[in-house]
């Protein structure tokens, strides 16, 4: 039997499905990871009496996100399919969703994240989409974000506190040190377990429909760019393959 490494949990009543994270020590969202996340989403999409999914990571971080070794060139379009498959269906998703963010929330993290509707931060929380420092892009940030907050997060891969993050438009709620569960139950528990599910499911359809086009059309060009573009380059493999090396990169700008 393979290990399993996400949780699904559903409360007495049925109204918030919880799936958590849970692959030591940082929750790397490898294909492995993913070939669990993904039908742990469809089943509690298909929950009709469903109000809202939680999202978690277990442990000290949310995540560190994709396997850096699932982005060298024999690897990286199962890896892009693969976590572009869950990105898509927590998009796609028929109810509200929350995600709690403590610890390192860092480049597929951060997709993650993004893919969900309302994002509740630990105050020390650290949230980063790092990619250009490795010379590659994060195709589904790419897709979901706009504007100037898309410029800063993408093309400096900078650090963002979780106060940052929510001047930007990332994190709608901060939580005390030590307080995020506590935090996302009582959210939880005011604004979505005393409302109909069915009504949720259809203000949640009229939100993200209209949007659902937009969002896979940047998608596909962000990773047609990624695989036809970067990855035949020098430089889309030599930050990759440098990090792995544990060495500085030679840059040859092209």
């Given at each position: ?7 699904h949990d559903v409360s007495a009543d049925g ?19 993913c070939a669990q996340l993904t039908p742990a ?99 589904a940030a790419t897709a979901l974000l706009a ?108």
């Open positions: 039997m393979s290990d399993a490494w996400v949780r109204a918030v499905h919880t799936i958590t994270l849970d692959k030591p020590p940082g929750n790397v969202i490898d294909s492995s990871l989403i469809e089943a509690a999409a298909a929950a009709t009496d469903a109000k809202v999914l939680v999202l978690r990571g277990a442990g000290r971080h949310f995540s560190f996100g994709a396997s850096v070794e699932e982005h060298l060139r024999d690897k990286a379009a199962d890896m892009l399919a693969n976590l572009g498959g869950v990105i898509r269906a927590l998009v796609g998703f028929p109810y509200p969703t929350v995600v709690g963010v403590h610890g390192a929330c860092l480049g597929g993290g951060l997709e993650l994240v993004l893919a969900c509707g309302i994002v509740i931060a630990d105050e020390g929380a650290t949230l980063a989409s790092p990619e250009i420092q490795l010379g590659v892009l994060p195709p504007g100037r907050a898309a410029e800063d997060v993408i093309l400096t891969g900078r650090n963002f506190t979780a106060k940052e993050a929510r001047r930007i438009g990332i994190v709608n709620v901060i939580a005390k040190s030590g307080e995020l569960d506590v935090t996302i139950n009582a959210f939880v528990d005011e604004h979505f377990v005393p409302r109909s599910a069915f009504s949720l499911r259809k203000a949640t359809k009229a939100l993200r429909d209209g949007r659902l086009a937009a969002f896979e059309q940047r998608l596909d060009t962000a990773e047609r760019v990624y695989l036809e573009e970067l990855l035949p380059s020098h430089d889309g493999v030599e930050g990759i393959q440098a990090f792995l090396d544990k060495r500085p990169p030679q840059w040859s700008n092209n």
